[in-house]
């Protein structure tokens, strides 16, 4: 076994309380319903992971005024990840309501983090992590993060770190 | 921001190719569907998740021989995540074929973890990992890998590492 | 092939107008998310009963105060479908906003039936058609439809038809 | 309520047993995944037309060997339904395997009726009717099915009627 292989190092986050998060950040709204969630009763994984896109999907369109689908369809740019992952902190159950807290982490120059912060009531119940890289949909080869996409997160940005 | 919100450390990892993976490995073999693609053509991220997780669960029962759906079920034992990713290499259309290798990664007392690489051809196209900590369905609490479930997992690792 | 094989009788249904639906009906809104369409670009139609899920359990939840997953939970009653249907008018895309009218269409002994008018604009887009029986999780017999659901399901048909 | 707001009439089908099928149908295979499954247990309805498609999109590709993505891709022709329903006879859970037999039922100008029985051992657990009108992907206007999609399905319908 080489290097490669090593999964990422992983030093064990701890949850957030509700006064703990960064200031104005703009949160998304779920309620976990029946077909989410498994016979354990709880959140079947990978449906965190929609509720996060779509929760990135709802800031854009939102509150950043950046189309998410005129992105994705007539201007060709893709917003694919590089990699996605989430800690679990507490389990959800069916009925149970979340806010989605936004934070832009970073922002180079052709690729920006996400992180998501899954509040239950006052304490963050899971923690999502997005690494986007911007491509052409035609050439499926990095590009420079768009202009307007870069100037509405940088503005997000600053409002909230 | 303090440290606790620092995102995994995430050294990205270099695909493997196909004669660079560890011999042994069973592997799940999966189509990628029309309902799993999005607009711009390619798998939505979180199916790629569930397709881990119904490789897992295969592995269990055709490989490990260990009825997953017995242990959630009867014996109550949970088997949820305290931490899900994945790196994305290239990729993964429509009527795509992957095939999904399983290795034991890391068998701890109360958690294991889990790495699949997922195979496009000759290469790596996305690779996941998943770390598990076993808990009482009742209590939700951690419990000891039951017996079974260890030796199993062990005798994987021993003939695949 | 004998007569049990024949589909059922679909006499094509006229879609509606939002003037000709009848008259405070609860709506549940919904904005089509990437992830919920497909590589041509609409709505993947199993995401539509997904949906229409969805606005059942928005429905008995914040319109009936019905809590729907404590009658699934400690009530152990369950509320399965003995059949579900769909007629498509309009394609969806993403993006798209729909809201959807819920209709109680009959409401019987140990059985119900809702129908639903997703409305896109002032058109309908599709709809949907849903029979459950009320059962024992326990037996997994049917049980006729509890008090409360009864009563408030009647109620809402009182003030809608 | 007028004419228009009727549901479909439904006659409640009878099951069938594995003896009763026409021979020579050919069957897609599956295992229900934990994910797949409710929180009372038991699949959750959306996901049984996500795998009617799955077996279409199969059979298409398997034994019809007409490439259903480069049908939807390249070839510009729409597949979507106009009309999708289910009619449930019994339970499945986690772990079922089932074997979803195609059969088509009609075969029009600019439209097509599937029918898909599930048998879950030797009985229907449930059946599906997908009716199909093919499109230009390009007008979303009505085309003449394909020939080559006509000729595969006349040929198996006939060898299987």
């Known amino acids: 076994?080489?290097?490669?292989?090593?999964?990422?190092?992983?030093?064990?986050?701890?949850?957030?309380?509700?006064?703990?998060?960064?200031?104005?950040?703009?949160?998304?709204k779920h309620t976990f319903r029946h077909g989410q969630c498994d016979p354990a009763g709880i959140v079947y994984t990978p449906k965190f992971f929609d509720i996060f896109n779509q929760a990135i999907e709802a800031w854009f369109c939102d509150h950043l005024h950046i189309d998410y689908y005129d992105v994705l369809g007539p201007r060709r740019v893709g917003l694919g990840y590089v990699?996605?992952?989430?800690?679990?902190?507490?389990?959800?159950?069916?009925?149970?309501?979340?806010?989605?807290?936004?934070?832009v982490h970073?922002?180079?120059?052709?690729?920006?983090?996400?992180?998501?912060h899954a509040m239950k009531g006052d304490k963050e119940a899971l923690r999502g992590y997005f690494t986007t890289v911007t491509?052409?949909?035609?050439?499926?080869?990095?590009?420079?993060?768009?202009?307007?996409?870069?100037?509405?997160?940088?503005?997000?940005?600053?409002?909230?770190?």
């Open 106 to 116: 970073k922002l180079g120059g052709k690729s920006y983090e996400i992180t998501l």
């Open 135 to 161: 491509t052409s949909l035609e050439s499926h080869r990095p590009i420079e993060i768009p202009q307007d996409i870069r100037s509405a997160m940088q503005n997000y940005r600053d409002a909230t770190d």
């Open 83 to 103: 990699s996605a992952s989430a800690t679990f902190f507490a389990p959800c159950m069916m009925g149970d309501e979340i806010e989605i807290y936004v934070r």
């Open 1 to 28: 076994m080489n290097h490669h292989d090593t999964p990422p190092q992983t030093a064990r986050p701890v949850p957030l309380s509700q006064d703990s998060l960064p200031k104005n950040m703009w949160a998304f």
